[in-house]
């Protein structure tokens, strides 16, 4: 079969092409697909089975994220690379252990569930809104508030900032869609402007952290003590480039999920039923079942792929790998191979087993933010089964132009209320 170039986000405007990735699984599950010239990039190898991603994304001594970063594109410049490289996606252990240790104590279960009543209150309003409206871009008036308004929340960001943070944080994070950023190229220009203002903000909130809600002030008072005795604490610039890694993974990933759960209802109309009927019988305090969130994410894969890059010769699946080649991991084939799910195209809200990785496969860089998303989602599917009696389409859903992340841009419905 003839290589499909899965760098060209405009690929991605007719969906994610998951007939190719079934062929690669069975014929050619290490893939070597070569780069157009204007990449700056000479290939990569593409890892499509489970198995294999699963096992590459916990050997990070093999794949590293933190010798070229864990984007697609290749940095085009050493400055480029050392900018990716002060943020802990792109860093390996030990730099990375570090910073996740500094970091998890502001993502305790505990913290996480202080947050379901704004998850609550944010599905509730963006539903009311849509209802009473009777139509509405699902995308831009539920999903996307729901992705960001909680991260934000999570980080104190006060409501005044809310508009321009979301702003940065689409076109930091979607910059290959030009509905978000015109010029469809990288603005690290977007990225000083976000770091300086997350900079501020610690400040602010390091000099006084009592007054600041949040995981804000979780995160300055968080310390490692060595064996020495000296502290080690993340300095206002980690912070800031911690804030935005995270707000810029959370909106997307989590909107990308709701909106491709809301078409799967407008395409099975009886999916949506048999969902009613499930919280109808658990009364009036029921949520969704946690296997159709687990589900949604399998089946949406909103984060498609990571770059990782060899750091030894080695073979995989009878591929001569070099170090220093480029090696992509693809969460969306793995989360649709026929070896792990039955009949995995289909979304099945009762799935379980569901060993997928919508979230990573189990390696040091597993999603921090899982348990708040799997939240995010579950407020929002629970609202919509217990509010929306059906959805239709009110008009073409628009796919975004992006080659890392999958989904719906604009997802513009009529929902009638229950
Ligand atoms: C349905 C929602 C989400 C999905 C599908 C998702 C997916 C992912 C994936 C696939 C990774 C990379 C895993 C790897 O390389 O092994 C990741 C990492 C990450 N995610 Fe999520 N994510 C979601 C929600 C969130 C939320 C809500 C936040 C923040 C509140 C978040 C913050 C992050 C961060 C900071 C990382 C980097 C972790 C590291 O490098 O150690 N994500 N996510």
Known sequence: MDRLDLMDPDLFRSGVPYDYFAWLRRHDPVAWHDEPAETGGRGYWLVTRHDDVVAANRDWQTYSNALRGSSLEDPRSDEELAFRQRIFVNQDPDDHTRTRRLVSPAFTPGRVRQFAGLARDVARRTVDRLLDEGRGDFHDGCATPMGFEVPAAMFGIPADDHDRMLEWSLMISLAQEPELNPSGKPRPEIQMVAVDYARELFARVRRDPDAHPGIAADLVRSEIVRPDGTVDRMTDDELALFVLVTVVGGVGTVAHTLSEAVSAFVERPQLLDELHRVLELGGPDAECPATLVEECVRWASPAMNFRRTATVDH?????????????????????????????????????????????????????????????EVRSMLTEVVRRVARFELDGDPVRLRANQFAGFLHYPVRAVAR
Request: aromatic share 8%; hydrophobic share 35%.
């Open 315 to 375: 073979e995989l699946r009878g591929q001569q790998i070099k170090a220093g080649d480029k090696v992509v991991l693809s969460f969306s084939s793995a989360n649709r191979d026929e070896r792990v799910f039955a009949d995995p195209d289909r979304l099945d809200p009762w799935r379980s087993p569901n060993d997928h990785v919508g979230f990573g496969g189990g390696g040091p860089h597993f999603c921090i933010g899982a348990q708040v998303g799997r939240m």
